[in-house]
Every structure is written in structure tokens, then in C-alpha cells.
């Protein structure tokens, strides 16, 4: 058993390949666009909407479709039912994440120039929990602002949860939500990384 | 004259025939009571099919009446002739709250009415650009332009010394100008007395050019002719190898208003009347050369000072429109009261012009020799008034008397031809037409594939609406060797001429967006709850609101009676159809304020107690809620 860890230990500590740092080198690039693309996109139909109402999230930012006026409306919408305005000011997530995706960008960088094996395992791992706790974050932030409604509000709903992922009809909605180009450029991000691991690893099998 | 004689026949025997007709066998007076007789049914079925525009399909173009009377103008779709809006412009509105805030207040002065008559669109080349829509007040000597980006009037210019402005607003090929004219002549300058048994020496009519700003439309008077006392009509800008001439009709060449002796028989004694026709380049001439006068504040050049400004073209006696054809070389006047059209050649009166052949000379003004410009007479039929064009080389001639339109053929033509055989086909409308127009019909490249045949009269063509009868449009199809009637609509008085410009010329906007560059900034504009607020300077007090869904913020308002009211209202939604309004009972007050829209309303709180004020464009489910107060102590 300890020699299956001395084993394990042993090739995290082998240096990467060419290829491997190269593609780490190209994960740092594929970061880039997840700083300026949409991470997520919903999407809000009713029979009066039929162009539909768009919120594009960003890993600093919220922003309405048609020129921002969606998120206005949305809110103007919202007010109705006694949820609170929806203000990217009020998102710490916002603050944090950019940072996030910078520092994860640096421990990749030095991966590729001077990291083993072992160091491209910690960036895809620190990747992983990222994306899993901003993906709960979302949720999270959903749940609380269908759920904490103003009890003075002109209409009366039941708490409610808008979509992750998929359909959903939320009063006279039809809501959309998917990940957009943000995230796929995130888990392109995760396969290049992935991709560096394997080279690096098969290299020790030959 | 022979050929005249035998038309004049046969249409007699034809409308005997018609009475005859429509007495031996009536039709079930409550489902139909028209003179249609029925189709067959495909025709019918084809007609509706080209008219159809299905639920929530557009329509191919805009047609823009003129409202005449009611000052406005209306706003239909094409083909499926659908009235969708209304632009106030001579009139208020309370529907979109024209005429009550201080800006369109200001801008519509003394006058509560007007009587729009003929819309022009700016041009480019010939072409209609979409960027503006002209309209004259033929009551009290105004123009108005309306800016296609919002459609909303943006400047009424009233102009001195006009009276009756009727040959407006046709607008030149690049948009250099705009016409106007005086209809009915009064003694010059304006405000002058003089008894109208001096009618023929102290009464004058003008034509005036009116410059329009090639970057914003700004309209400002060029210049003024004085003219002798004619009725001036209609007019007609020249393009092409026409352009830089300006041509209206005139009548009453009699040049007499003898009491009680009644005009329309006065003004029909002469066998001829005319065509004016100025080359405001000459005018553009004078002005810069100082050969002018300045009356009542207007530049006004006298034509026998400026040799080659204005000529008279004789045309046949009493004559209405003049129209141009979209080459710009044939010049097609119409008298009322002759069986035919003239067509004139711009080739010709340019050499007529340059050999200086003319019959007289009336006021300093040459008249041009009658058979050295004329191409040809062409016999249409009753009551010609207007004309417009295809763009196949074919005219359409509305025929009042006769309740019908011709389609002719323009030139050129088979010398010493029997002229009858270039009126192509006939059709009749109901009832007697007067303006008619085509798809794009004043540009130099007409659609060719519709006509509207605008007619003053409507007899019970619709479900009855008591004797206040409504106008009626008849869509007409041009596409084919025959014209074919598609359907009948139906306006509030009183359309005189209407334009039919492309759908997807316009591009208009549909809200005003925060911070559009587009837009000159309004200080005033207040966006957030934090700025909005109610100051107090000695006796005025000045508020500066907003409106959103659905509330107005302050929603009360604390004043003294006797206090100078001023109220900003900013309507902050930036979401397409999301309308407010801002009435306060009592005040004769109510502005729509369009989302990005401010409008400010200076009041007197001369009415003590406690006036509610509310929304009154329907905004939301809670819009009934959308009220605030106005305490007066």
C-alpha cells in the first residue's frame, strides 16, 4: 500500500512534458474569455415579451439584454411581487470571482514554467471546487431572492425558485436558463488542464 | 373637339345607363350599398388575399394621410389599409398629450386648429430618405415638419403675408426647399385694408420658398414672389431635367372678386388660366444680389425686378393639380372644368423660355406661348384634378365629376394620332375622387403596384354612422394592364393628399433611450428617486417628477393658491409601449409622457382645495393605483 503512494508520489513529482506545460499554457489563455463572456444566460418569455427578456451573467457583472433595459425591467417587474432589486453592487460574488479566476490563472502559469506534476493536480482541484462553489453560489442566490420577498408587497406570491439549468414556468414566464460562453470557455479551461495532467502521467507508463 | 364632343356622349348615354341600372334592380340596402356589382369570386378572393395582412404580420408600407380640417395626420398600413396612428401637428391631442405640455403649447400659439392638406417627404436624389414629413396649414399660412425617427412634429413655421398656404408643402429633389403659396389672395402686405372692389390692384398672392436645413430639418422662410391676384393652387417640384423649377396652378386669372357675383363663376370666364412656374434658383439669385424688399419681416423679390424668375404656362381654364412626371420631363396640369389633361415638355418651355416666346406679359411675368409648349391634350375624361405615376411610363388622372380614374400613357406619342387611344383603362371609384396617390408616387422611381384613390365622398359605402359621414380610400392594384379595386377604407375627415413611402424606410425608435446622443439633453430630466423633488422660489414652485410602474414620484405636491406650478415629468421606463400620463383633474391637464420622455407644464394653482392627479395612458396591472394629489391651499 505505501508503495502504491510512494509510487503516486513519485510521478506527481516528475517535471512536465513539453507537451503538458503547453497546455497548460493554453488552459491560462482559455481563462482570458471567461473574464468577458457571459458565464450564464436566462432568459424570461411571456405572451407580452415575445422577444423575451435576456440576463447575461458575467464573472464581474450583471447585465440586461437590449441595451441593459432587461434588467431594469425585470426589476420593475419584480418590485410587484416585493423582491429586491436586483443590483450588481449587491453581488460580492462578483468581486471575488474575477480575483479567483486570476489567482487560479497564476498557479497555472507556474505550473507551466516551473511546476511538476503535482502542481498542475492543485490548480485542477482549487478549478474544480471554484466552479462547484460558484455553481451552489448561483443557486444559493437564486433561492434567496425568490424566497425573501417583501411581506408588504402590492402581490402576494409563494417563495420560487427561477431555473439553474434548463425550463422552467415561473408565474406567466417561460424561463431559460443555460450556461453560455463564459463557462464553456471555464470547462475548456478544466479539459486543457486534465489534458496536461494525462500527458505528464502517460509519459511515466512508457 | 370633335373627339371631345363624342366622349362627353358616351359618358352621358353610360351614366344613364348606370342610374338606369342601379333603379331596376337594388341591392339588400343592409349588406350592401354600394354601386359594386358583385365579382366573381375569385376576384374577390384575390383581392382579399392581397389585402390581407394576418395577425401579427406587417404591412409593406406606411401611408401617411393628411387629416385636412382636424390638422392632424394618419397613419395607416399598406396593403391592409389598418389606421395604427395619429400625429397630431395643427391640432392638440390629448391622446398623446399634444398641446399640453408648454413645448408643443408653444409651438402650436394662438391656433387650436389648422387644415393640413399635403404631406411631403424629404428627399435625396429624387428618392424619398424617411428622415422628415412636411405638411402645410392651408387656414393660416404655416408649415410643420414632422421627424420620422418618433414621428412626433418637431417645428410649425408660420410664414407673413401668406394667405391660405394650398400649394404645400411639395418638397424639392435634394430637400433644398419646401413650397407655399397663397390660395386667396388679400391685400399685400399683410394686415393691409383694402375693399375688395380694389381687388384687382391692392390684392396679391405670393409663392414662397421655404429653406429646410439639410442636417436637422429646420425649416426658415427663403424667400417670397409677389404674384398677381390669382387663386395659386397646387403645386409641384421639378426633377431631373425639371429641376430647379417650382410649378403651381392658378385660377381666377380674371382677377376679380366681384361682390355677390359669386367666384366659381367669375373665376371661370376665361378659356385659359396657368401655370406658374418660378426657377428658385433665380429667387436664390436675387436674394444674394439684395434685389428684395423686406415685408412683415419676409424677403420679398418682385418679378419684374428679376427677369427669368417666373413665367405662366397657359393650361386649361380653372385648373387643379400640376404634377410632375418621375423623369422630371412632363410637366401634366389638369383643368377642372376641361375633359382633358395637358401634358407640357420641359424641353419645350426651356426653349420657349430661351427664344423668349411668349403671348404677354401679365405683372412682369411672361406668359409662355400655349402651342409651343404643350405636348399634347389627352382626353381622360370629367373633372381631371390630379395625376400620379407608375413608373412604366403610365399616369393616372383622377376624374371628379366622372368618379373615376384613367390611366393614360405619357408621351412620346404618334404624330397626328387619335389621342383617345392612349387612355389605357378606366376605373371607377366611390365616390368622386380627389387626390390620388401611388406607392412612392413623387419619387422619381415609383412602385408601380398600388394607387389609393383618396374620395371625398362616401355614401353609405360603410355601416351607418349618422350624417357626419367618414372619408374613403380605395385601395386600387396598378400592377397589371387593368387596375383592379382591392378594398375600401375609411378615414376621419379629411385626408386631401396622402403618401405611401417603403416599410423598411423607416427605422423609427421606440423608446428614447437614457443618454442617446441622438437626443438633445434635457436638463431637466430627472431618472432616479433621489433627484426627483420639489423646490419653492417665492410664488413658484417647481417639480421635478417621474413616472415608472406605477407610481409617480413626489406624488404630492404642496402649493398656495395663486402659485406660478412648474412640473418636469420623466417617464424613466426604457421598455418599448410603457406610457404614462400625468392628468390633474380639474386643470385641463393631460400630458403621455413616452418612456425616456421629459415634458415639462407650467400652470397657475388658481383652484383651491385637494385635485388628484393620475396616469392616464394604462400602464400596469396596478395603473389604477398610479395617482398622487396636488394640495392647493
Known amino acids: 500500500m505505501s508503495g502504491a503512494f510512494e509510487h503516486l508520489n513519485k510521478k506527481l513529482d516528475r517535471p512536465l512534458t513539453v507537451k503538458s506545460r503547453l497546455l497548460a499554457l493554453l488552459a491560462v489563455a482559455a481563462m482570458v474569455p471567461t473574464l468577458f463572456l457571459p458565464m450564464w444566460q436566462m432568459t424570461f418569455f411571456a405572451q407580452q415579451y415575445p422577444e423575451g427578456l435576456e440576463l447575461f451573467i458575467y464573472s464581474h457583472d450583471l447585465v440586461g439584454g437590449d441595451d441593459g433595459n432587461d434588467l431594469t425591467e425585470i426589476n420593475v417587474l419584480n418590485h410587484y411581487i416585493g423582491m429586491a432589486e436586483l443590483k450588481p453592487s449587491d453581488f460580492t460574488e462578483l468581486k471575488w470571482i474575477p480575483l479567483l479566476i486570476g489567482m487560479i490563472a497564476l498557479l497555472a502559469l507556474r505550473a507551466a514554467t516551473i511546476g511538476n506534476l503535482r502542481s498542475l493536480v492543485d490548480v485542477v482541484l482549487i478549478l474544480i471546487y471554484f466552479g462547484g462553489f460558484s455553481l451552489w453560489s448561483f443557486w444559493y442566490k437564486l433561492q434567496y431572492y425568490g424566497a425573501t420577498l417583501d411581506p408588504r408587497a402590492s402581490v402576494k406570491v409563494a417563495p420560487f425558485m427561477p431555473p439553474v439549468f434548463g425550463y422552467r414556468l415561473v408565474g406567466q414566464f417561460d424561463v431559460w436558463s443555460y450556461p453560455s460562453w463564459g463557462t464553456y470557455s471555464f470547462m475548456l479551461v478544466g479539459i486543457l488542464l486534465l489534458g496536461g495532467i494525462w500527458f505528464t502521467w502517460r509519459q511515466g507508463q512508457e | ?633
Open chain 2, 1 to 633: 373637339m370633335r373627339n371631345r364632343i363624342i366622349v362627353q356622349l358616351l359618358l352621358a348615354v353610360l351614366t344613364a345607363g348606370l342610374v338606369i341600372g342601379l333603379t331596376g334592380c337594388a341591392p339588400d340596402p343592409q349588406s350592401r350599398r354600394g354601386g359594386r356589382t358583385g365579382g366573381a369570386g375569385s376576384d374577390l378572393t384575390s383581392a382579399a388575399l392581397a389585402t390581407y395582412v394576418a395577425p401579427g404580420d406587417l404591412d409593406d408600407y406606411y401611408l401617411f394621410y393628411s387629416g385636412g380640417h382636424s390638422g392632424q395626420i394618419f397613419v395607416a398600413g399598406m396593403p391592409s389599409m389598418r389606421h395604427i396612428s395619429t400625429i397630431p401637428v395643427f391640432t392638440p391631442y390629448p391622446g398623446t398629450g399634444y398641446g399640453f405640455d408648454d413645448e408643443t403649447r408653444e409651438m402650436l400659439g394662438e391656433y387650436s386648429w389648422g387644415d393640413s392638406h399635403h404631406p411631403g417627404f424629404s428627399e435625396t436624389n429624387g428618392e424619398y430618405d424617411g428622415r422628415w414629413l412636411f405638411i402645410n396649414d392651408n387656414a393660416n399660412g404655416r408649415i410643420a415638419r414632422i421627424d420620422l425617427r418618433d414621428f412626433k412634429t418637431k417645428q410649425i413655421l408660420k410664414v407673413p403675408n401668406i394667405s391660405a398656404n394650398h400649394g404645400s408643402s411639395f418638397i424639392t429633389p435634394n430637400s433644398e426647399y419646401a413650397t407655399m403659396s397663397t390660395r386667396m389672395s388679400v391685400p399685400f402686405p399683410e394686415g393691409t385694408y383694402a375693399d375688395v372692389t380694389e381687388y384687382a390692384t391692392e390684392y396679391h398672392g405670393l409663392a414662397a420658398g421655404i429653406k429646410i436645413d439639410p442636417d436637422d430639418g429646420t425649416m426658415s422662410l427663403g424667400w417670397e414672389i409677389l404674384l398677381p391676384p390669382f387663386n395659386y393652387d397646387l403645386g409641384d417640384a421639378g426633377k431631373g431635367p425639371s429641376e430647379g423649377y417650382m410649378f403651381w396652378t392658378c385660377y381666377n386669372s380674371e382677377r376679380e372678386f366681384i361682390e355677390g357675383a359669386k367666384l366659381e363663376v367669375t373665376a371661370s370666364q376665361k378659356d385659359k388660366d396657368f401655370i406658374l412656374m418660378v426657377d428658385y434658383r433665380e429667387a436664390e439669385k436675387a436674394i444674394a444680389s439684395g434685389t428684395y424688399k423686406t415685408v412683415k419681416g419676409a424677403p420679398v423679390i418682385y418679378p419684374e425686378e428679376v427677369p427669368g424668375l417666373a413665367y405662366f404656362i397657359p393650361l386649361a381654364k380653372s385648373p387643379h393639380g400640376v404634377d410632375v412626371s418621375p423623369d422630371g420631363r412632363w410637366i401634366v396640369g389638369s383643368g377642372k372644368l376641361s375633359p382633358t389633361t395637358t401634358v407640357f415638355d420641359i424641353e419645350k418651355i426651356k426653349k420657349a423660355i430661351s427664344e423668349q416666346d411668349f403671348e404677354e406679359t401679365i405683372d412682369g411675368i411672361p406668359v409662355l406661348t400655349y402651342a409651343s409648349v404643350r405636348e399634347a391634350e389627352i382626353p381622360v375624361g370629367l373633372g381631371p384634378l390630379h395625376t400620379q405615376f407608375d413608373g412604366k411610363g403610365n399616369a393616372y388622372t383622377s376624374l371628379f365629376v366622372e368618379s373615376a380614374i384613367a390611366k393614360w400613357k405619357l408621351p412620346p406619342y404618334e404624330a397626328g394620332a387619335d389621342m383617345n387611344q392612349y387612355v389605357l383603362d378606366k376605373i371607377p371609384v366611390a365616390y368622386n375622387i380627389g387626390h390620388l396617390v401611388s406607392a412612392e408616387g413623387d419619387s422619381m422611381s415609383p412602385d408601380g403596384n398600388f394607387l389609393v384613390a383618396l374620395n371625398k365622398l362616401s355614401k353609405g359605402r360603410h355601416i351607418s354612422v349618422g350624417p357626419s359621414f367618414p372619408e374613403s380610400a380605395q385601395l386600387i392594384d396598378i400592377s397589371g394592364d387593368k387596375m383592379k379595386l382591392l378594398y375600401d377604407a375609411f378615414t376621419e375627415p379629411e385626408p386631401h393628399y396622402a403618401l405611401i413611402i417603403k416599410a423598411d424606410k423607416l427605422d423609427p425608435i421606440e423608446v428614447y433611450k437614457k443618454d442617446d446622443p441622438a437626443w438633445p439633453v434635457n436638463p431637466d430630466a430627472v431618472w432616479t428617486a433621489e433627484e426627483a423633488r420639489i423646490e419653492r422660489k417665492g410664488k413658484t414652485v417647481e417639480v421635478w417628477m417621474l413616472a415608472v410602474r406605477s407610481f409617480f414620484t413626489p406624488d404630492v405636491i404642496r402649493v398656495n393658491k395663486g402659485d406660478k406650478v412648474i412640473i418636469h415629468i420623466t417617464n424613466i421606463e426604457q421598455t418599448r409601449d410603457e406610457l404614462h400620463g400625468l392628468a390633474i383633474n380639474d386643470y385641463n391637464i393631460n400630458l403621455v409622457i413616452d418612456p425616456g420622455e421629459t415634458k415639462p407644464i407650467t400652470f397657475t394653482a388658481d383652484k383651491g382645495g385637494v385635485h388628484a392627479f393620475y396616469c392616464t395612458n394604462f400602464c400596469s396591472a396596478l395603473h389604477q393605483e398610479m395617482q398622487g394629489y396636488l394640495l392647493v391651499k
